[in-house]
């Protein structure tokens, strides 16, 4: 066993196929995964094939095996790491897409924390499905963080109140909320300088972070973290331990592959935008979905209406009136 996967390497680039291997009583078992990587997945094509079984599903792309999907129900939180240009905004965003097309605001919230100036998610923000603007700061980031912390805290009080009154189910009626941070690391190791009020936010938002992460898998609070800075300083041991799912594209040294995946395959990825490497039961290389920013606004636009996605691509902090909606409306029936 010990040898085979010493020499893994070797005979999946000189079969040009993937090898899984696991050993049974007395044997050794190997799965060769022979599809080819696709070079680009377009969106519409891949969600209109089939998909699994799943209750809150998000399309991954295509590797060996076909295509390749993660059920969030299963998987709650996922990091996303990478170097830059190499697809983790494409990724978030075709997720983001699918997920708004697929769930009605009633089964699917959004709090959205974009720390690259608001941009990359903007028009997410716009959408029923947001409970409050995009976090472009610290300070915001650490806002929303806090009602999203309170919501879990109402959500584990009607789960408590549930098992105390001898009904061994969770409570129905309470929408998933899904938590985004894009690019975690200015809202973890960011210098600050003397500010000492920021650097309390800080700390406060990476703490609720870590929280969120620990307790919210068993109240549908779902967190996805990003970053292109994939060490042990922008994601701490305590969030890092919590987030089941990684993917990881391409990044510059072996080390920064071994804090995402705990070996170095992410490294060692061809520089092609989009490929990465998926880590969760199983490890395998895929090429991610893509979708442009038009396509995204057309299809959410086609889904929601004219009013309900805004075309600006502006600072958030700027173009946004609405507020977030009391935290109680959050929850299903007490």
Request: net charge negative.
């Amino acid at each position: 066993m010990a040898g085979v996967l010493a020499r893994q390497s070797s005979l999946e680039a000189r079969c040009d196929c993937a090898l899984r291997c696991w050993e049974e009583p007395g044997s050794l078992v190997t799965e060769v995964l022979r599809h080819r990587i696709a070079e680009e997945v377009p969106y519409r094509a891949f969600y209109s094939g089939p998909r699994p079984h799943g209750r809150c599903l998000v399309g991954l792309g295509r590797g060996r095996r076909g295509s390749l999907w993660v059920d969030l129900d299963s998987c709650p939180h996922l990091l996303v790491g990478g170097m830059t240009g190499q697809g983790k905004s494409v990724f978030l965003r075709q997720a983001l897409t699918f997920l708004c097309c697929d769930h009605p605001p009633e089964r699917l919230r959004l709090a959205l924390i974009d720390l690259k100036g608001g941009v990359e998610l903007a028009h997410f923000g716009m959408l029923p499905h947001a409970l409050c603007p995009v976090a472009d700061t610290v300070a915001a980031a650490g806002e929303t963080l806090s009602r999203v912390r309170e919501e879990l805290d109402r959500r584990l009080s009607q789960v408590r109140r549930s098992v105390e009154a001898g009904d061994s189910a969770a409570p129905a009626g309470w929408p998933r909320i899904l938590v985004v941070v894009d690019e975690v690391a200015e809202l973890t190791v960011r210098d600050l300088g003397d500010d000492r009020a920021a650097r309390a936010a800080q700390q406060a938002a990476t703490g609720r972070l870590c929280e969120i992460a620990r307790l919210g898998r068993s109240v549908d609070i779902h967190l996805v973290c990003c970053t292109q800075r994939p060490d042990a300083e922008a994601v701490p041991g305590q969030l890092k331990a919590n987030l089941d799912g990684t993917v990881a594209f391409r990044v510059r040294a072996a080390v920064n592959s071994f804090i995402l995946l705990d070996s170095d395959r992410a490294s060692l990825l061809p520089p092609h935008p989009g490929r990465a490497v998926f880590a969760h039961e199983t490890v395998e290389e895929f090429q991610a979905v893509d979708c442009s920013v038009e396509e995204s606004r057309d299809l959410l636009l086609a889904r929601w209406g004219s009013g309900m996605v805004s075309p600006t691509t502006g600072p958030v902090s700027q173009w946004w009136e609405n507020t977030c909606p009391p935290s109680d409306e959050l929850s299903g029936p007490s």
